[in-house]
């Protein structure tokens, strides 16, 4: 279990040094005040919350939402949902404000009345935006049309509702205001949860961009999105994360950067960010960026930068496989009976269908890779370690410009130490990798069998995030039509510290009283899956499985010369991998059993 949300904040307009109406953030209030011992306040909040600049407007503006995305030091994601109005401030209060900053306003020419924005934040380590949007639309609602609800008791519900991370259930909450919302928590919580953030990037910038940005994610180049939309820079950089399945992204990752930390962009490390299009003239000096317009659809790739594609032919079949997806239509365009109905995937079903193709090619780009892992030391802890020379050798992709970069990167460095254990969780990936190398080698050529295999693989990732698809009981009170337009609407009212903490504390008493939920993680061994043999290389030639006999040989006459036979004798006649697997599986067991040598 979970807190779904950890903090809970007012942040308001601040006037700033200059007094020209760009102001900054201040944090009104926080709730709790005291720092939560496992997840501590993330700082530098109130920039996100305004990532163009905190200003003034002249006229009223309709709430907006968006979510950004904070890295603390330990790689831990904390995401922020932004729910951001405009308050009325008069002219004089703000300029009492800056006078007792001592600032000069004398010639600080205003109109009578200006729009400050205020935001109301959540901050938690799940990713829940329709949840959040929900929540904190109904805490404006309370406050905009005065439901016969206080906010401090909503606001304390919300930070006392505790939610599974994953299993696969469902949990309904109620802040209560007379909501309901029903949570549904994915089966497996490593498969990443997309919702339409994939399809969407594929729709915004088409299928030969996204596999651009997908290569050289993957080879670790800078990224940089740009947009007017701040929920579309974080959902283009989620669906670019979920394509990399079942690579991790461990580089700077910042779906949205505040206008401040601009100079963040000339770092010398890879990084995904995204960027409001309003700084897109201070991205033009960026000469080994890839920056994607979002907006315009294009990606710009500088000159002075080379990205490795996918090998041939699976860049050719990973494109067709996508038209398939994203433009049924296509593969009938030159028929003279063409049939009168075509089915069309909704968009979340097209998100997993385009989703399935990026797991089938890491399927065939990594089948094989359990046979090239090697367990060099069993104790305190497990290390183990990729053959790389002799995975690529018997692939036939030794000259190849692509793989060899992904097999050197800090992702797949993170997926060996992640995967490589024989004893652990399985998911999709593992079943795919060992069970359906054959099935998919037999299916090219034959575009129905792929498409129905791609539509297999979606069922179930759709399956993973909607484990009760027909459940529709959300019932969210939403504020009158136009209220931000009113004349006279007071301004957002301070809230009652000790009530809030009341309501905390009263649930955290429950909880620490409570028998704490035991959640059963299923292990077993992981199938590796069809054996490397040999493998035939784009030009016909028989590639041996040499690799791994030549650094047994180097190795055992470096030893002889060093007049060290016994380790020589142990280097020509190896201990076999079951073995190495053994006194694994032996230290990883709960209650391992004596293993006599």
Not at 96 to 112: T, W
Not at 113 to 134: E, I, T, Y
Not at 154 to 174: E, M
Not at 496 to 512: F, P
Request: charged fraction near 20%.
């Amino acid at each position: 279990m979970a807190r779904l949300a950890d903090y809970f904040l007012v942040v308001a307009f601040a006037p700033g040094k200059r007094g020209n109406g760009d102001g900054q953030g201040q944090i009104l209030q926080r709730f709790p005040e005291k720092d939560w011992e496992d997840n501590p306040f993330p700082q530098g909040i109130e920039l996100f919350c305004q990532p163009s600049g905190w200003q003034l407007f002249s006229e009223r503006r309709p709430p907006t939402f968006f979510i950004a995305v904070l890295t603390d030091i330990n790689s831990e994601r904390h995401y922020c949902a932004c729910f951001t109005f405009w308050e009325a401030v008069e002219s004089t209060q703000l300029q009492n404000r800056m006078k007792n900053e001592e600032e000069e306003v004398a010639a600080l020419i205003q109109p009578a009345q200006l729009f400050a924005p205020k935001s109301l934040v959540l901050v938690s380590r799940l990713d829940h935006a329709d949840v959040f949007r929900n929540c904190l639309g109904l805490i404006y609602t309370v406050y905009m049309d005065g439901l016969n609800t206080s906010l401090e008791t909503v606001i304390g519900n919300l930070l006392t509702c505790t939610i599974p991370i994953a299993g696969g259930t469902q949990r309904t909450i109620s802040l209560g205001a007379g909501d309901r919302q029903v949570i549904q928590t994915p089966i497996t919580d490593s498969l990443p949860v997309s919702n339409c953030s994939v399809a969407l990037l594929f729709r915004q910038l088409g299928i030969t961009n996204v596999l651009c940005l997908f290569c050289a994610a993957l080879t670790e180049h800078k990224i940089l999105f740009l947009s007017s939309s701040y929920q579309r820079l974080t959902d283009a950089c989620r669906g670019l994360l979920a394509l990399m399945f079942p690579l991790k992204y461990s580089f700077t990752y910042v779906p949205i950067l505040p206008a401040q930390l601009l100079e963040v962009l000339s770092t010398p490390t890879p990084f995904i960010i995204g960027v409001s299009s309003a700084f897109q003239s201070e991205t033009q000096e960026l000469l080994d960026v890839i920056i994607a317009d979002l907006d315009g659809g294009t990606v710009t790739v500088p000159e002075c930068i080379h990205i490795s594609l996918l090998p041939e032919p699976l860049l050719h079949q990973t494109r067709e496989a996508l038209s398939m997806v994203l433009d049924p239509e296509l593969e009938i365009a030159d028929l003279a009976f063409p049939p009168s109905t075509i089915s069309a995937s909704s968009l979340k079903m097209q998100d997993k269908e385009i989703r399935a193709v990026f797991l089938r090619l890491f399927a065939q780009l990594l089948k094989g890779y359990r046979w090239c892992l090697h367990i060099i030391r069993i104790h305190p802890e497990p290390v183990i370690r990729f053959h790389k020379a002799a995975f690529l050798g018997q692939r036939g992709l030794v000259e190849d410009d692509f793989l060899p970069k992904v097999l050197e990167g800090m992702a797949f460095a993170g997926f060996v130490t992640e995967r490589g254990p024989p004893y652990r969780a399985t998911d999709l990936f593992d079943e795919l990798v060992a069970n359906e190398a054959k099935r998919m080698q037999a299916d090219e050529g034959n575009r129905a069998r792929i498409l129905r295999h791609i539509k297999e693989l979606a069922e179930q990732l759709y399956k993973n995030e909607n484990p009760y698809p027909a459940v529709t009981m959300h019932k969210v009170q939403k504020p009158t039509e136009g209220c931000h337009l009113r004349l006279h609407q007071r301004p957002f009212p301070r809230l009652d510290e000790g009530t809030i903490q009341w309501i905390i504390d009263q649930a955290t008493a429950k909880l620490q009283t409570a028998p704490p939920a035991v959640r059963a993680e299923k292990k077993c061994m992981v199938p590796s899956g069809p054996p490397l043999g040999t493998v035939t290389e784009r030009n016909g030639v028989i590639l041996a499985n040499s690799a791994r006999r030549l650094e047994v040989v180097r190795n055992c006459i470096s030893y002889v010369f060093e007049s060290k036979m016994l380790e020589a004798k142990r280097v020509r006649q190896p201990p076999s991998q079951n073995f190495c697997t053994l006194l694994l599986l032996a230290k990883m067991l709960p209650h391992p059993s004596p293993i006599c040598l």
